[in-house]
């Protein structure tokens, strides 16, 4: 099986997985980061709650596309928070969909629906 089928396996993403993947894309982020990230991505279009969030970090996380990461606690922020980062598996599944999302767009325009 090549990395293509590997990668074509996982689509289409679920909205919420897609968008966390972007997210972690830009930087490592915590469950609560990501809510903010999220939101302000589609101009509060989106808000994930709290068990829609975790649900999709473990998912994603059972999948490999993302892996929690190793941390110092900051003083000034809860110790508790975990933060994830997106692996390259991810990278390749987050392009993937957004090539697959951008052939939809692009067939959609030239059937005349949209600008």
Do not use: C, W
Request: hydrophobic share 40%; net charge neutral; aromatic share 6%.
């Amino acid at each position: 099986m090549g990395k293509g089928s590997e990668v074509d396996g996982f689509l289409p993403l679920k909205p919420a997985h897609y968008l966390i993947l972007l997210s972690l894309v830009e930087s490592e982020l915590h469950g609560y980061g990501l809510k903010k990230a999220i939101a302000a991505r589609t101009g509060g279009q989106v808000r994930l709650g709290a068990g829609s969030l975790y649900r999709s970090l473990a998912q994603l996380t059972d999948a490999e596309l993302i892996e929690p990461v190793d941390r110092d606690p900051d003083p000034l922020e809860d110790e508790r928070r975990s933060y994830f980062r997106i692996t390259r598996k991810g990278r390749e599944v987050a392009a993937a969909e957004t090539n697959r999302l951008a052939a939809l767009v692009a067939g959609a325009r030239a059937a005349g629906v949209g600008g």
